[in-house]
């Protein structure tokens, strides 16, 4: 079934610009922001934990050296990464956007989400 269609936002150019300048900014620590990014919502949630049963925790911090860890937060990043680049044809993200939905919509988890 083909995702349905979203009215995407278009951004003016100087809002591209200013995307694609952070982003530059990003880029070169992208993998250690990710990561930071993966803590803050394991600390802010910890019930997000159950979301992630191959994650291995040191106490109450994700293990940042755990293979899983990483590949989980690079994933997230590379989404990202995929929007900023798409900015002048953000439809292109339908089916990657539309996919992810349904794969997290499968998650039963009570709490902050």
């Given at each position: 079934m083909?995702?349905?269609a979203i009215a995407w936002y278009c951004f003016t150019q100087e809002e591209k610009q200013d995307l694609e300048h952070s982003w530059n900014l990003v880029e070169g620590k992208k993998n250690h922001i990710a990561c930071d990014i993966y803590e803050m919502i394991f600390n802010q949630c910890p019930e997000a934990r159950r979301l992630f049963p191959k994650l291995k925790f040191v106490g109450s911090k994700p293990d940042r050296k755990n293979?899983?860890?990483?590949?989980?937060?690079?994933?997230?990043?590379?989404v990202i990464e995929g929007a900023v680049k798409a900015l002048d044809h953000l439809s292109s993200l339908d089916v990657i956007?539309?996919?992810l939905g349904r794969r997290h919509g499968k998650l039963e988890v009570n709490g902050k989400f």
């Open positions: 083909a995702p349905a293979n899983e860890f990483a590949f989980q937060a690079m994933r997230f990043m590379q956007l539309d996919n």
